[in-house]
């Protein structure tokens, strides 16, 4: 009985991490450039509670990490000259920030005092040939499909937009980045498109994670039915036992 309430319990720690998943998906349904979460599931074997000689032993639900859907976002129209959007799957903007190369598909971008081009949070947006700076004397600035940029007919730089083999290298940093955690080396990604005054809205379907999360709820609250079943067997087994005594 014990080893049903331990695999009950491994289940329970689980859901409750899902819970807080689905709930932060919805918390961001709004986001720019937010990729809907999930959890991975894995299952370990460990031995049982008593008999631990006799095979087979018990499988426990584990976590196995969270794993991400980097699926196109709906692109919305901003009318700001300096927001952009990629039109198509598993590419990033490449930045730079006190901690290293960072990566985004949040184009919400500024200029700093300096000109430079920058993220809502102060990371240089990175262009061919590093930096991008650009002078509002010269005027209106206009980005291509490829991306690169013009103020008035004179070309500035080419945002620098890349793409990982395995995007499984890429981990959340917050404030909508994410860091390569390999030593895999980014790519350009030719293959896609920059939209000039436009945002990637997140890609979460609230109604699904709504959902997701009355499901997890019913299942949390199956397991521990369940749970409480099995401490009520046992509490009846042994006072039977007590009594046969």
Known sequence: MENAAYVGLSRQ??????????????ANADTTGFKVEQLL????????????????????VIDNGVGRDFGQGALGQTGRTLDFAIEGEGAFFAL???????????????????GR?????????????GDIVLNPALGKVSVAADGTISQDGQ?????????????????????GLYRNASNAAPVAANDVQVRQAMLEGSNVNPILEITNLIEIQRAYES????????????RRAVERLGRAA
């Open 13 to 26: 720690m689980t859901l409750r991490r899902e819970l807080d998943i689905v709930a932060n998906n919805i």
């Open 117 to 129: 081009l920058t993220t809502q949070g102060g990371a240089a947006v990175q262009g061919d040939g």
């Open 155 to 175: 070309l500035v730089g080419r945002l620098s937009v890349v793409r990982f083999d395995t995007l499984g290298v890429l981990e959340k940093s917050g404030d």
């Open 223 to 234: 397991v521990t039915k369940m749970i409480e079943n099995t401490n009520d067997l046992s």
């Open 41 to 60: 599931l894995g299952e370990e074997v460990g031995e049982r509670a008593r008999n631990a000689f006799v095979r087979p032993g018990v499988s426990f």
């Open 96 to 114: 730079k920030d006190g901690n290293g190369d960072a990566y985004t598909r949040d184009g919400a971008f500024t200029l700093d005092p300096e």
